[in-house]
């Protein structure tokens, strides 16, 4: 039974139908930038803990690094199509534009990330990987989350 719900709620449209409002696009982004932070810093516990020829803590990582691209790549995926609507007019094109090349930089070193996971497997070439990656996605969150996201 659910009783948690206290507050009448007159324009339910059941949460998959009909256009998002800029709120409920901030409250996705915010609560996906919490869960991408915390795989992040499981892949960055990791990654430091890769040691030489070690293939099971390398599997380890390159299962939490596949969960963390899923997460990801959806993420980016909408905001891409949703992030512009929350720009001031007059700075849609811009704010797409930069968007759209963090996006492409993390997209290009996450797949880097893997590559070298799967064609080296060095411990030491792995952390500079993950921070490189870790880097680049916790900047434009927090860019996003000053610029965009911020309640005026
Ligand atoms: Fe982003
Ligand atoms: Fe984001």
Redesign the pocket.
């Known amino acids: 039974m659910d009783t948690g719900s206290d507050t009448p709620n007159t324009s339910d449209t059941s949460g998959t139908q009909g256009p998002a409002t800029p709120d409920e696009i901030r409250a996705r982004?915010r609560s996906e930038h919490a869960q991408i932070s915390a795989l992040l810093a499981r892949v960055e516990a990791l990654s430091e803990r890769v040691g030489e020829d070690d293939t099971e803590a390398v599997i380890a990582l390159r299962e939490e690094l596949v969960a963390l691209g899923e997460v990801l790549l959806a993420?980016?995926h909408y905001?891409?199509y949703q992030?512009p609507s929350l720009a001031d007019e007059g700075k849609v094109g811009e704010l797409a534009e930069g968007?759209r090349r963090?996006?492409q930089a993390?997209r290009e070193i996450f797949d880097s990330v893997i590559r070298e996971l799967d064609e080296t497997a060095v411990g030491s070439k792995l952390v500079v990987g993950v921070r490189e990656l870790s880097r680049a996605?916790r900047d434009?969150?927090a860019?996003?989350e000053r610029e965009i996201l911020s309640e005026p």
Request: hydrophobic share 40%; aromatic share 0%; no cysteine.
């Open positions: 982004i993420h980016l905001e891409e992030l968007m963090e996006h993390q996605i434009d969150m860019h996003e």
